[in-house]
């Protein structure tokens, strides 16, 4: 496929994300140190995963105010269901936004978003 524009690139990560088979992370366990300190577990991820979220960081779709471009129709329940009822593009790239920093919030957000095909349909609406 050759890549015409800032979508294509990721628009190519569709059958990465419709593959069930994929694990795309486990986590490392927490580890207690002969002193007594704990290291926290933390996700590893699938280096696919990774080369996803890298893509849409270059891609230059990113949407500076996400936050205030899904206040009020943000629906944490059923992201599925918010997405399939989106109908502008700057709406789609804030929620695709919003779950690609969500990581920085709270360790396990990209493992979410994959796992529960959230990044999936958002890859699918912006195809659309």
Same mark, same amino acid.
């Given at each position: ?11 190519? /990560? ?7 088979? *994929? ?6 366990? %927490? &580890? =207690? ?40 129709? /943000? ?7 918010? *997405? ?6 700057? %709406? &789609? =790239? ?35």
């Amino acid at each position: 496929m050759v890549v015409n524009s800032q979508y294509d690139t990721l628009i190519q /990560f569709i059958d990465y994300f419709q593959n069930e088979t *994929i694990v795309y992370c486990t986590w490392q366990p %927490t &580890v =207690k140190s002969e002193s007594g300190t704990y290291t926290l577990g933390y996700p590893i991820y699938d280096d696919r995963l990774l080369m996803f979220i890298k893509a849409v960081n270059d891609s230059g779709i990113t949407v500076q105010d996400y936050r205030s471009k899904l206040n009020g129709i /943000f629906d944490k329940k059923e992201p599925i269901k918010m *997405i399939d009822n989106m109908n502008d593009l700057i %709406t &789609v =790239k804030a929620m695709l936004t919003y779950y690609v920093r969500a990581e920085r919030f709270g360790d396990g957000s990209w493992a979410f978003a994959a796992e529960n095909m959230v990044f999936l349909r958002i890859l699918i609406k912006l195809k659309e």
